[in-house]
């Protein structure tokens, strides 16, 4: 009858890998493996890093579910995160572009 | 080897420190000479008693196995909610007001009741206006964001208080940016905690008075507590439109505060240092 909703503090790539997203660790091999690239954030410390990958990864996860793109990713750098998503074929205009 | 069965050597070594020794054996004569090669024998007789001492630890340690370590004592989980539906509040909220209540915790003596969201009020009245406790006291009106539940991510949180009998309850409600009814009809207090949580998470409260943005300017887009927006400051059409342009000066004084690596988006009037975001030149010097 408790509700545990499990909140723990966690790591841009565990926040990625929670999203079912592809992890890659430059924008190069992003864009290599076919992926078209959204947003950057370059935040200070390491919350704000897992914050904005949340963030990021939240958007994503929306627009697959609405069947706008076909898989999504993340670029952690040291210092940044980028989203990124492969376009689904069929889809006509790309989010973001 | 050993020097079983022979007479005490007042010269030798084993017999005490050197100052009790008499100072004839410390002299180079034909007893010290004598002194050396007893002392060489003795150091090859401990060596021998090492090597006989190590086989033999290397015999036992292969005939029995190594004592198993003890187990390493588990660090305690701590204290976890337990089901307070049987709590005497609770019972009497199910008694006026039947299936209202959804769930009942209780966490190191709190106690936390969620509440169907349509009875939210009627559940406030029946708390303020009751007669053994009156929580007539709204201390904290909050909302909390869980992404991943897709129907009601949002929890609001009512923590109140009983003055009178000074005993506290936490109700909670689930829901969805639709929102739920306003409790500003039991408490007036709770005017400006709903505006805060409009601000800030999104959720609207029905038959609020006046709900608008409490902290944040009317027209900026986005709720900032919400888990979809960073933390760290974003570039948006509010500030395009409402941040005012740079004089020379300041330009100058941002161009410093960069080279010293002590630019901040905190400091206002910094649309130069927006711009170079934008370019994609760093302002800050990266954490080593």
């Given amino acids: ?97 | 080897m050993s020097q079983e069965g022979k007479p005490p050597d007042p010269g030798s070594p084993t017999d005490g420190p050197a100052e009790e020794r008499p100072p004839a054996a410390r002299a180079d004569t034909p007893s010290a000479l004598s002194a050396d090669a007893e002392k060489d024998a003795q150091v090859e007789a401990a060596k021998a008693r090492v090597a006989a001492a190590r086989e033999a630890a290397q015999k036992t340690g292969a005939a029995a196995p190594a004592a198993p370590k003890p187990p390493v004592k588990k660090k305690d989980e701590g204290p976890k909610p337990v089901d307070a539906s049987n709590h005497p509040l609770v019972r009497k909220l199910n008694e006026k007001l039947g299936d209202a209540v959804v769930e009942a915790t209780e966490f190191l003596g709190q106690l936390s009741i969620l509440i169907e969201r349509a009875r939210i009020v009627e559940v406030c009245m029946a708390l303020r206006d009751d007669s053994e406790t009156p929580f007539n006291y709204l201390s904290d009106l909050t909302c909390v964001h869980y992404p991943d539940d897709r129907s009601t991510p949002f929890e609001v949180v009512y923590n109140l208080y009983s003055i009178s009998k000074n005993e506290r309850v936490r109700l909670r409600v689930a829901t969805n940016a639709e929102g739920i009814d306003s409790v500003t009809s039991v408490w007036p207090a709770a005017d400006w905690p709903e505006r805060e949580v409009y601000d800030l998470f999104g959720v609207v409260f029905h038959n609020h008075p006046d709900l608008r943005r409490i902290l944040l300017p009317p027209d900026w887009e986005g709720h900032p507590l919400r888990k979809d927006y960073p933390l760290e400051f974003v570039e948006n059409r509010w500030t395009e439109n409402h941040l005012p342009e740079f004089s020379g000066v300041q330009h100058e004084q941002v161009e410093q505060r960069r080279n010293y690596g002590l630019e901040i988006l905190s400091v206002p009037q910094e649309r130069e240092v927006r711009k170079l975001f934008r370019s994609g030149k760093e302002v800050m010097p990266k954490d080593k």
């Fill in chain 1, 1 to 97: 009858m408790t509700t545990d909703h499990g909140q723990l503090t966690m790591s841009p790539k565990e926040i990625a890998t929670h999203y079912g997203a592809k992890i890659f660790d430059t924008p190069e091999a992003a864009t290599g493996a076919g992926f078209v690239l959204t947003e950057r954030h370059a935040p200070r410390n390491v919350w704000n890093k897992a914050s904005a990958a949340q963030s990021l990864m939240l958007g994503l996860r929306d627009k697959k579910e609405k069947g706008e793109i076909k898989e999504i990713g993340l670029v952690n750098e040291p210092y940044a995160v980028t989203g990124c998503y492969l376009p689904n074929d069929t889809a006509a205009p790309a989010p973001g572009s």
